[in-house]
């Protein structure tokens, strides 16, 4: 049985690792206010927003069954989307260093949200105060960004910067999918964006703004413009978590907004909704599954070859104690008999 338990807590440690999902990260300027989208995947009534790991009271911002609610620096606002999903956007305003950290935004409890998304906050002095939050991604990963806010049309593009020029069109297709180099497009009906953009094998080159959209890249019917940093392994220290106080009151900015995609509470399995993520997940508990009957198996062969040299061993012994018992006779009565008999019955 220790064995068993031993493969059990292997196989399922390294799928919880292999599986384990990536946060997004979004960098904002100290000083500025930002807001971010949160598409959630199912309607609620509680709606909350809390730092961390969410476990302790001091890590609850704000906790809400109205649409709106502000506490502080942190503000939150809540919406019906289409087909029974719910949007919830949080806003930091005056942001300093020691925003910077873990961050969770759901629908139910806190401790075990209904639906939910987790990210990273990290606060930089080397941004645009009116930047808002920016996309953050590590130098050689990929990232796909949703076209939220998007009107569907026959044709679309991606494109870097404002789409002013033909050189700065990445892509420009009438198809659902398309892919030129490191660039693609696709367009998922259903989905809670639509159109999606992903860049692959990022580079800090790839810093920057982008757009997506329908109609002409040039002259679009509808967009959504977003930002992106691409960072080195190594994040650099003025987007570190600072530990003193700032005193100064920094000036008032417009919030700009990002949005992301949600994640829904499951069961205590790992398995993740991607495809390759659950075929490794699969793979993993099959063979989970064939070591515990192989070992099994060998149990009930191992029990069942040494059984018959058991008996015999036995009949041996029986035959020696029988032999004794003749010659010494039918065992005496005296008052010392029944801890005989015990003896006996045990050997």
């Not at 609620?44 to 809390?50: E, L, R």
Request: net charge positive; with cysteine; aromatic share 10%.
């Amino acid at each position: 049985m220790k064995i068993l338990h031993f493969l059990f807590f292997v196989f399922l440690s390294d799928a919880a690792v292999l599986v384990k999902a990536k946060l997004n990260i979004w960098s904002a300027a100290e000083g500025g206010n930002a807001s971010l989208y949160c598409h959630l995947t199912l309607p609620g009534s509680t709606k909350f927003f809390c730092k961390e790991k969410c476990e302790r009271a001091e890590d609850i911002l704000i906790k809400t069954d109205g649409s709106t609610a502000q506490s502080g620096r942190y503000s939150i606002n809540y919406k019906d989307g289409s087909s029974g999903k719910g949007i919830v956007s949080v806003t930091f305003t005056h942001m300093i260093k020691s925003d910077s950290g873990l961050y969770r935004c759901g629908l139910g409890k806190s401790s075990a949200p209904d639906s939910y998304y987790d990210f990273e906050v990290r606060v930089s002095n080397d941004l645009d105060k009116n930047s808002g939050f920016t996309r953050t991604e590590t130098e050689g990963e990929a990232v796909t960004l949703g076209c939220s806010n998007t009107v569907y049309g026959q044709r679309k593009f991606f494109c870097k910067n404002q789409c002013k020029n033909e050189g700065e069109i990445l892509i420009d297709t009438s198809n659902n999918k398309a892919v030129s180099g490191r660039y693609s497009i696709e367009y998922t009906a259903g989905s809670t964006f639509g159109l999606y953009v992903t860049i692959t094998q990022l580079t800090k080159s790839d810093t920057g703004a982008y757009r997506c959209g329908y109609g002409n890249p040039l002259s679009p019917d509808s967009y959504y413009s977003g930002s992106l940093v691409v960072i080195g392994s190594n994040p650099p220290t003025s987007t570190s978590q600072a530990t003193t106080k700032t005193t100064q009151t920094p000036p008032t900015t417009t919030a700009q907004s990002q949005s992301f995609t949600p994640r829904i509470s499951t069961s205590s399995s790992d398995c993740p909704d991607s495809s390759l993520g659950l075929a490794v997940c699969v793979s993993l508990i099959g063979v989970l599954l064939m070591a515990v009957f192989i070992l099994l198996l060998y149990i009930y062969k191992t029990r069942r070859n040494t059984a018959p040299n058991t008996r015999e061993n036995a009949g041996n012994k029986n035959m020696e104690l029988s032999g004794t018992y003749e010659n010494w006779g039918p065992p005496s009565k005296h008052k010392g008999s029944k801890d005989q008999d015990h003896v006996y019955s045990a050997l």
